[in-house]
């Protein structure tokens, strides 16, 4: 079983940066890409950013420029920079892991709120 643990969400004011962690526990886990997605209140989860384990990072557009994406393979984390926020990145963000063989596992989420 895989488990998928995430920190650094919070209130943050337009303008202003924070950081989301994401640590993957799991025996013989062999990971293809780690990622983020987020979900706004009354839309579908979506995509903003992946790492592969050879370094392909793939970025939404909305956040290209704004967000970093980094990866630690030898600790199996991920972690998300995020900064000049706008209350538009207001979403609950997921942590995201597709293994080797192609399976899927979701974080519990954290709530990122971006308001003055």
């Known amino acids: 079983q895989v488990r998928l643990v995430e920190s650094g969400g919070g209130l943050v004011q337009p303008g202003g940066s924070l950081r989301l962690s994401c640590a993957a526990s799991?025996?013989?886990?062999?990971?293809?890409?780690m990622g983020w997605y987020r979900q706004a209140p009354g839309k579908q989860r979506a995509l903003v950013a992946t790492?592969?384990?050879?370094?392909?990072?793939n970025y939404a557009d909305s956040v290209k420029g704004r967000f970093t994406i980094s990866r630690d393979n030898a600790k199996n984390t991920v972690d998300l920079q995020m900064n000049s926020l706008q209350p538009e990145d207001t979403a609950v963000y997921y942590c995201?892991?597709?293994?080797?063989?192609?399976?899927?596992?979701w974080g519990q989420g954290t709530q990122v709120t971006v308001s003055s």
């Open positions: 799991g025996r013989k886990l062999s990971i293809y890409y």
């Open positions: 995201h892991l597709c293994t080797a063989a192609i399976q899927y596992y």
């Open positions: 790492i592969t384990s050879g370094g392909t990072i």
